[in-house]
Structure formats: C-alpha cells, structure tokens
C-alpha cells in the first residue's frame, strides 16, 4: 500500500526561518490545501505548528489526514551534545502519539515514521554536496552509529519504527556516506530523491541499490546546475533552499517516471511523501505553494492516482 503525503516545508514552514515580512501561511490552510489536492498525509513540520495533544488529532480529523513522519535532527556526531538533545526526541515522539500515529493504531493508513537525520556542522552547511576531509573517520562514524542505535531503540519503545533521513549539508549526504551509515545500523532510510542529486547520487541507482532497507519516500525535484552555481558562487545551505535548488516535480534532474516505475516494480509498501523545500521571500504570493502542491499531486497521478 502506498498512500501520498505533503509537507509544510513545501510552504517555506520549517527550521529555516524566512526574511522579515514574508508572509507564511498557517497550518489550517496548508492541511485543507493539501486535503483538497488529494493528499491523504501530513508531515509533522516544526512540533506545534500543526498544534499539540487534541488540538493536533483534531486538526488532523477534521481535514481527513493522517500523521505521515515527522523531522528530527540530533548530534549524533557528538556524545555529550546527543545525549542533551534526548528530550527533543522525547517531545517529538510524544507529539506523534498525541497525533494518533502509534503503529499499534489501525489507521488503514501506513504507520507514520519519526525520521531521524543528522544536525549539521558549520563545515557541512558550508560545503552543499559534500567534499574531501568532510566525512567522519572511522571513530566518528562508530560514534555516530552507536547514537543512532541509541534514538533508535528509544522510537521502538514508543510504538514506532525510525527511519533515517540522509540530507543536503549533513554529516549523511552523499551516496558513500549513505553506503556507510547502512552498513552500521539497522534503522531503515528514507529516501529522498531531490537530496541525493544534490548529494552527488542517482535516485534509481539508490532505489536498487538499497531497496532492503528504505521504508520511506521523500519525493522532489532538483536542479544540478542551480546547486553547482551556488557552489561556485560560495553559497551554503540556506542559498541551497533560498535560491531554488528544490523544484517543482518534472522540473529539475529526477527521472520521475524511472524513478516511480521502479518504486511500484519493487512493490514499496508505505508514505511517498511530496516535498518542495522552499524558503519564500517577502512579496511571494502565497497561493503560489498551493499550486505548486497541486501540480506536484497531479504530476504523481499517473502512478499513484
């Protein structure tokens, strides 16, 4: 069963703070926005935007959505920095029960995954892509895996299973840094098409190559050549979200029909979730990501209708 999703970060809403005056919209028109569109989940954005306890379960009742996943980045890079960040993880689990989501709920919907990923590094935010001397050496990555492990066993014990997001300017981006993260952990990946072009992968190679262990779909677009001119031009990661690395499907670098037909091929079971991360700027429209939401739905329905 495969069941599609949106995002708020498709609506500039998430850690990436816009400039000031731009105009975001609030969580009731993002969920009718994407209920309307035929999306049957939501990812949890920033916790509390979507509110929490009844609230959140209302919300979601009342525009016929189910909890799909939910960001959670921690340092597992750093003993002592992941152990202060447990009660974020704690808080981030306790809103996903308030939402309904608990595995052990039958939903008729697939169960929604706490994504974990990795906190950035002020080396990594400022290398999108990945480069030479960026990765952990062999002690950082057992350290790294030991953590995840660790988060990992704490999701379980809630009701859920994790799974792990690798992303742009992450400790987890490339696809050598993804082979090696597999190889020491047992968490499935999520993953995401428009983030590992931009990490210097093929979305269908990854699809093959770690079919095993994906449990999640993030599905964008992406655009190699906006993210090598901010490359060039010195950019980071907010120029990466800022300056549209991320498009709309069907626009950028992805193989959509290699990539879905290979996707059903596999029969994939779970959320395919919609994501063009964006980060608006004042004067942008905000029926814009609406449409967008929109023309990525229907740019999915040949597959997925």
């Known amino acids: 069963m495969i069941r599609v999703a949106g995002a708020p970060v ?7 703070a ?7 919209p609030g969580p009731d028109l993002i969920a009718a926005a994407l ?3 035929g999306y049957d989940g939501i990812d949890l954005g920033p916790v509390g935007f979507l509110g929490r306890g009844t609230e959140l379960s209302d919300r979601l009742a009342r525009h016929r959505l189910q909890l799909a996943g939910g960001w959670i980045d921690l340092p597992f890079h750093d003993d002592d920095a ?10 981030v689990l306790d809103a996903f029960i308030e939402a309904g989501g608990s595995t052990a ?28 001397g960026l990765s952990l050496d062999a002690a950082g990555w057992q350290r790294f895996a030991a953590n995840v492990q660790r988060a990992a066993e704490r999701v379980r014990n809630r009701g859920f299973e994790p799974t792990f ?16 993260f597999l190889s020491l952990t047992d968490v499935g990946l999520t993953l995401d098409s428009g983030h590992l072009i931009l990490g210097g992968g093929d979305p269908l190679t990854g699809l093959r190559d770690w079919a095993g262990r994906v449990n999640h779909i993030h599905i964008k677009d992406a655009s190699v050549a906006t993210l090598r001119r901010i490359v060039a031009a010195g950019g980071g990661m907010r120029e990466v979200w800022a300056e549209g690395a991320f498009v709309a499907l069907g626009k950028g670098d992805l193989d959509l029909d290699g990539f879905m037909s290979t ?5 994939y079971s779970g959320w395919v979730v919609v994501e063009q991360d964006v980060i608006p ?19 999915l329905s040949t597959w997925l209708p």
Request: hydrophobic share 35%.
């Open 82 to 91: 992941y152990t202060a960040a447990i009660p974020v993880l704690d808080d």
């Open 263 to 267: 996707l059903l091929a596999q029969e």
């Open 18 to 24: 816009p400039e000031d005056g731009t105009v975001l």
């Open 105 to 132: 709920l039958p939903t008729g919907l697939p169960p929604a995954l706490p994504t974990l990923a990795a906190s950035s590094t002020p080396e990594r935010m400022q290398h999108p892509g990945g480069g030479p």
């Open 281 to 299: 700027r004042p004067g942008d429209p905000v029926d814009q990501a609406v449409t967008n939401q929109i023309i990525n739905r229907k740019a």
């Open 35 to 37: 209920a309307d569109a």
């Open 165 to 180: 997001h690798h992303h742009a300017c992450t400790l987890v981006e490339t696809p050598d840094e993804i082979e090696t």
């Open 10 to 16: 498709s609506f500039g809403v998430f850690e990436l």
